[in-house]
């Protein structure tokens, strides 16, 4: 069996199947402030002229822009750590009998082969002074995943598990009635969610086939869970507005979701650290 895994990160342990291929998957692109949008990546086709070999003092003092390092507005900033957090694991049995729901949440999954679906809140909470960070809110996250695959239904099925970080930032600069959602249309009510995808894995079995599987990665900021930038461009937030949610206190709640098929027995949890500038 083939297996395909489409992963955020950079070390991956699996125990692969074996038998016939499994079904193409779709490449589905996350949309977080973390990876940016096409439109953000556009750059001026007018072309620069190029710098002279002594740079004068003029140039030498001009701010560089987005267009030439990408984010303008932390450049040549000292990176500043802002703390860490770790989620309450989510564990998918059959029986969550004895369950100590202040460990783990238990969820009881549907029978092969049917999907069962998680959507945790609050696995974990943060919060963040005032001024905490200037314009930038970046992350390290590392998710532990365990997985005991079992087709013990007589006939080929697909296997299926995906998961992603869900992260809500409390600001009260987001009350403000006329910020929107741009995915819902609804007012922000003085919060952001966005997920930051960490792991989704597609694989068929054959009748019998069973496999204990584990999966650790740790993937790195680009953009950010939040940033200056993205508050304007994706959240439309005006400069001044976007000035002043960095100056105000913040509670990051953090949560997870995702689904899983073909499993006996799922368990999941990430670490998160966050960083500033």
């Known amino acids: 069996m083939k297996w395909t895994a489409c992963v955020a990160a950079v070390t991956l342990t699996a125990a692969s199947l074996s038998a016939g291929a499994a079904p193409a998957g779709k490449n589905l692109a996350e949309r977080s402030p973390d990876v940016l949008a096409p439109a953000q990546l556009k750059r001026k086709t007018t072309e620069k002229a ?37 989620s309450l694991g989510i564990t998918l049995a059959p029986d969550c009998t004895g369950s100590d729901p202040t460990v783990e949440r238990c969820i009881v ?39 005991s695959w079992n087709n013990g239904t007589g006939a080929p099925q697909t296997a299926r598990f995906n998961a992603s970080a869900v992260i809500t930032i409390d600001n009260d600069v987001l009350a403000d009635p006329a910020l929107v959602d741009p995915g819902t249309g609804l007012p922000l009510g003085g919060s952001v969610t966005l997920a930051l995808s960490t792991w989704r894995h597609i694989q068929s079995m054959q009748p019998g086939d069973f496999e204990n599987e584990s999966s650790t990665q740790s993937r790195n900021c680009i953009a950010g869970i939040i940033s200056k930038r993205s508050l304007v461009d994706n959240y439309g937030l005006t400069d001044a507005q976007a000035t002043q949610f960095f100056k105000r206190p913040m509670t990051l709640h953090f949560g997870a979701r995702g689904s899983v098929a ?12 966050l960083y500033g500038d």
């Open 50 to 86: 190029a710098l002279p070999l002594v740079l004068s003092p003029t140039l030498l003092a001009a701010a560089p822009t987005a267009d030439d390092v990408g984010d303008a507005d932390s450049f040549g900033r000292n990176v500043t750590y802002l703390g860490l957090a770790q």
């Open 109 to 147: 999954q549907a029978a092969a082969p049917a999907m069962t679906s998680f959507n945790e809140s609050d696995l974990a909470t943060m919060n963040l002074p005032a001024k905490a960070t200037k314009s930038l809110m970046c992350f390290a996250l590392t998710p532990f995943i365990d997985i």
């Open 262 to 273: 073909m499993s006996d027995f799922t368990s999941y949890f990430y670490g998160i650290r």
